[in-house]
């Protein structure tokens, strides 16, 4: 997969992302630079920070909540045991939190970056190298 065909495939998870969040999703973070860097996308609405309270609290109330749930944490160590203490919690009150985005960006992205905070410029970045690759129809 070359640089710009992998660019349109994030672009697609990124897409994906904002139709659900349009549709009332709530997509999980870990900081506020990773909410910054999803707003810069174009990503709006319910972006919560796991930062902000405690996990096994901020699920229970999540689950409750019935709302879709899209955990996006970072693709490091430290965001891979947040994704699934989350998990966790939220299926032990039956609910079912969604990370197929996180692991399809985790997948295009892990050898350039490793967290949410940096999707923002290297997206840019993509965008620049391809626009100026010669385009083959």
């Not at 999703?25 to 972006?47: F, H, S």
């Not at 909540?65 to 039956?94: H, N, Y």
């Not at 939190?97 to 940096?118: A, G, N």
Request: charged share 35%; glycine share 4%.
């Amino acid at each position: 997969m070359d640089d710009c065909e992998r660019l349109a495939a994030i672009d697609q998870a990124i897409d994906e992302l904002k139709d659900r969040v349009l549709c009332g999703a709530v997509v999980l973070v870990e900081g506020r630079r990773d909410r910054e860097a999803l707003e810069k996308l174009g990503v709006t609405g319910e972006i919560v920070m796991t930062s902000q309270q405690s996990l096994l609290n901020l699920s229970e109330r999540l689950a409750r909540s019935k709302k879709d749930i899209i955990i996006l944490t970072d693709w490091d160590e430290r965001g891979e045991e947040v994704a699934l203490q989350i998990r966790r919690f939220m299926e032990a009150d039956g609910a079912r939190p969604d990370d197929s985005i996180r692991y399809s960006l985790r997948d295009l992205l892990k050898k350039e970056i490793k967290d949410v905070e940096s999707l923002h410029s290297f997206v840019e970045k993509m965008r620049v190298v391809c626009s100026m690759k010669p385009q083959h129809y």
